[in-house]
């Protein structure tokens, strides 16, 4: 392999990075100039993924390294670097690849846009600070990329700021991501404290390395879980993902972005890239931070499920959608199917990100209408966007042996099935499926089947937003095909390993289950939806239980009650206790220096330097009665020298 490759990775993020100041450069006037940029950069920088790309197959547990000296300080040196494995080479082109087609879907959908430049420039910044996580050896440089991509995501999200909802939604991801980052900030203190050193790989020394991990020893599953918090706010878990369908206030590119394939996808690549750290001491596979990992994932995925049910904005729906799946990933993670997991992140991407771009073709041919009840009959106005869109819905659902889901779905079932932990976490996931065929048949009739409710005409997108959707529709289906041979050597590849293309593991039992669920889900959607009124039919047979969904289970509220009013009471009570109290002790300071001063003037006044004026008056009056007796005459001094030596003469004669 050539060296080139991995010493130089850091111009894929470059490239999004260094187009992101130029755009900014050029004023808000250059529009086509930033578009061009922007595209141009993601272009060149998926040409540089699919390069770093081809070693990773052409060599089975391919790794490749480059770290160099950041800075010194003193005797020690802080060390970061580059990584080139199967994992990153997936995630680079992934992400080059969705960002790119959302990036040219975002040229029609912000046509109209005063901030068309200032867009474009946002985007690239946020694909960049993705692509540098992804790249990271080291995790003090994958901690610095990775609130990049927290700023970036609040740029965004809030990019509409003059809208109030906004603004609230770009500070509540804000905030709560910085949750949990402060907990994946103490995790990499403890880890560095531990292992003395922060890359992933070096030579046998790294963090994930033999040596490290022992020396890291029982104190792993407390690094790991604080780091698990990293990724927990980024990847909207729960009690984290209460930012993640307020991120829906952004343009629907940014959602797309977000929930496709960069900064929900980040949370899951962390805990894959530290996963030896997770996995120190299994037992049967079975540790205490993975099944931290897994029940958090599982009680994520269903009651987002849920949720969606009861949804009526088509952007929050796949919000909640994407928490759903998100959870999916994570208890494959901690079940330790480490491929699955990553192969669903890939697949999601494709189809989610076509979801969030079919929704946002809807929004644009509706005339901005995001309510799916005033939406209905878009299937034969808008042909090619039901077709794209229909495609992704059944990827998401899991429609068997056409579309991606089906597959990582199924691996993914198969894995908690034989989870030595607890089988309730396969059964739990099993209504999830149930569940998101549900939801999604329910948008799809809402959408495109139901008689149609608004009064404005509906047309559909340009071909620079359909071309995007199509190529994301081919990439969705294609994934399937590729994955139905390739599944067990794309798992042994991932996992670093050799293997040879087979059918052995593909056809399971479950991928049987998993369609009946699929079916089950779909079936209950059109026979409760087939004929929509004004009410949801949910809502008529179910009110309260809708309501309670509708209401995303009032954990907002909850929130609002008992954490902001705990925060917003301590903050008061801070600000009482700095005016009353420690004001009080600072003043109270403050005359007791005064008083201090006065005794100390008084004394110093009429003890000390009237003693010392005293001392200094006689002192001076004795020099100058002494001074009278020098004349400065050597004769005059001769004759007293001779006076006296006469007078001790005298004096010793009188005596002896």
Avoid at 344 to 359: E, I, P, Q, W
Wanted: net charge neutral; aromatic share 12%.
């Amino acid at each position: 392999m050539n060296p080139w490759i991995v010493s130089n990775l850091w111009l894929i993020p470059a490239l999004p990075l260094a187009a992101s100041l130029c755009i900014l450069s050029l004023g808000k006037a250059q529009r086509s100039p930033a578009a061009l940029l922007a595209i141009f950069a993601q272009v060149a920088a998926l040409v540089l993924a699919i390069v770093a790309f081809l070693p990773t197959l052409a060599t089975p547990g391919f790794r490749a390294v480059h770290n160099f000296t950041w800075f010194t300080f003193g005797e020690n040196a802080v060390r970061i670097g580059f990584l080139l494995d199967p994992l990153t080479a997936a995630m680079l082109v992934m992400i080059t690849f969705v960002s790119l087609c959302i990036f040219v879907f975002s040229t029609g959908y912000m046509a109209e846009d005063t901030n068309f430049s200032r867009f474009f420039a946002y985007l690239s910044f946020f694909s960049a600070a993705m692509l540098g996580v992804v790249i990271s050896n080291s995790l003090l440089l994958f901690f610095v990329c990775w609130e990049l991509v927290g700023l970036a995501s609040y740029l965004l999200i809030g990019f509409w700021i003059h809208k109030p909802t906004a603004a609230a939604a770009a500070k509540k991801a804000f905030i709560t991501t910085r949750i949990g980052d402060i907990g994946f900030f103490l995790g990499i203190l403890w880890l560095y404290g531990s292992s003395g050193t922060l890359l992933f790989y070096d030579d046998g020394r790294g963090a994930l390395e033999a040596a490290a991990l022992l020396a890291i020893g029982s104190s792993a599953t407390f690094i790991a879980l604080l780091i698990f918090c990293g990724a927990v706010g980024k990847s909207g878990q729960f009690p984290l993902h209460v930012w993640l369908p307020d991120a829906m206030e952004g343009p629907t590119p940014v959602s797309a972005l977000i929930h496709a394939a960069t900064m929900v996808a980040a949370g899951v690549f962390l805990v894959a890239r530290v996963f030896p750290l997770f996995s120190l001491g299994a037992v049967d596979g079975v540790t205490p931070a993975l099944t931290v990992v897994v029940w958090v994932g599982v009680i994520t995925a269903v009651m987002a499920a849920l949720i969606a049910i009861a949804q009526d904005d088509i952007k929050r729906i796949l919000a909640y959608s994407t928490v759903s799946q998100l959870g999916l990933m994570m208890v494959s993670l901690g079940v330790g199917g480490v491929a699955a997991g990553i192969v669903h992140l890939l697949a999601h991407a494709f189809f989610k990100a076509l979801l969030f771009l079919g929704a946002g073709s809807i929004i644009h041919g509706s005339h901005h209408e995001q309510d799916i009840r005033r939406m209905g009959g878009l299937r034969r106005l808008m042909p090619v966007t039901f077709a794209t869109y229909a495609i992704g819905m059944m990827s998401l659902s899991g429609v068997p042996l056409l579309f991606s889901g089906a597959w990582t779905k199924e691996e993914i079932l198969h894995g908690t099935a034989h989870w030595h932990g607890s089988p309730v976490p396969h059964y739990l996931l099993l209504l999830g499926v149930v569940l998101t065929a549900f939801y999604m048949t329910r948008q799809m009739i809402y959408v495109f089947f139901a008689q149609r409710r608004s009064t404005d005409a509906a047309h559909e997108s340009p071909r620079v937003m359909t071309i995007p959707l199509i190529a994301l529709a081919v990439c969705s289906v294609g994934l399937s095909v590729i994955l139905t041979p390739a599944w067990p050597w794309l798992h042994e590849y991932l996992l670093g390993r050799s293997a040879e293309f087979h059918l052995g593991r593909i056809i399971q039992p479950m991928l049987f289950i998993s369609a009946l669920l699929v079916g089950a889900g779909i079936a209950l959607g059109v026979l409760l939806y087939r004929s929509v009124g004004t009410t949801d039919p949910l809502a008529q047979k179910q009110p309260a239980l809708f309501g309670f969904l509708a209401n995303r289970m009032w954990l907002d509220e909850l929130y609002g009650n008992t954490v902001l009013r705990l925060s917003a009471f301590v903050a008061l009570w801070s600000d009482w206790m700095d005016r009353h109290v420690w004001d009080g002790f600072v003043g109270a300071a403050g005359t007791f220096a005064q008083l201090t001063g006065i005794v100390s003037s008084g004394v110093d006044n009429a003890a000390i330097n009237a003693g010392a004026d005293m001392g200094a008056g006689g002192a001076r009056d004795t020099g100058r009665l002494v001074s009278t007796w020098h004349s400065g005459q050597v004769q005059i001094y001769l004759r007293a020298v001779a006076v006296g030596t006469l007078t001790l003469l005298l004096l010793y004669a009188w005596l002896a």
